[in-house]
Structure formats: C-alpha cells, structure tokens
C-alpha cells in the first residue's frame, strides 16, 4: 500500500494505490491515520481510484479510519471508487456511513456549506455500467 499526501483548497487529501487488505497495509493504513489526527487535520478526503481489492480487513479499516476522524471532531469522505469498491460498499451498507464522491472538486466542495455540489448517485453509477 502507498500512500500520496495532498492538500486541496485547505482540504487533506491521500491517495491511496496497491491492495487495502489485512497486515501491512491495513496497520499503515492506521498509522497514517494516527498521525494526520496528531498532526490537526479534521477534513480529509481518501482517493481509493488505484486500490483494486479491499478485503475484510480493509474495509474494517475504512470504518476505523471514519470513526477516528469523527471522534477527533473530523470528517473523512471517500472518492474515485473502482467499480468492484462501490459494489463492495453497496454490499456491505457501508455506502450509508461514507460519503462518496466520483470526482475531485465535488468531494471538495462539499467541505463548504456555500458550494455546490455534484452528487455521486452509486445506483445510477452501476446501471450505467451494465449498460455498457
């Protein structure tokens, strides 16, 4: 697992590329998120378009990722899905508890309550994809 640092408009964001599954990945994963909460970051925005498979494991890492962010008064969002990860989110419900976003700018904008902003719809994603 590697890990790209960011910031975009004020707002902290990691990309994330390789496999998001338990071991070394998860437990980097986890340091990472120690350190951003130490460091004062409260908004962050992880960019999971280069992670190809996210096992149990990972995704239980995710949900820790968000709990963290939120007890230290943060918020964490997600953006630029694979397929097999929306579909994984969809499975697991966990499409509820993370905001997700397919574009950049939209997953930034919505840190600011005055900008518009572009509204990810999962469903209407993967009908399009099985139109193809």
Not at 3 to 8: T, Y
Not at 45 to 50: G, N, T
């Amino acid at each position: 697992m590697q890990f790209e640092r960011r910031i975009s408009d004020g707002i902290t964001i990691v990309s994330l590329s390789g496999k998001l599954i338990v071991g070394e990945a998860t437990a980097a994963l986890k340091d990472l998120i120690k350190t951003l909460t130490d460091e004062g970051v409260r908004k962050l925005i992880l960019d999971l378009a280069e992670v190809d498979y996210i096992d149990s494991s990972g995704l239980g890492t995710l949900v820790y990722c968000f709990s963290t962010f939120r007890k230290n008064g943060g918020t964490l969002k997600l953006m630029r899905l694979t397929r097999r990860n929306i579909e994984l989110m969809l499975l697991t419900k966990l499409e509820t508890v993370f905001e997700v976003f397919d574009q950049e700018q939209a997953a930034v904008d919505s840190f600011f309550p005055g900008r518009e902003v572009r509204k990810f719809d999962i469903l209407e994603f993967l009908r399009g994809q099985n139109q193809v």
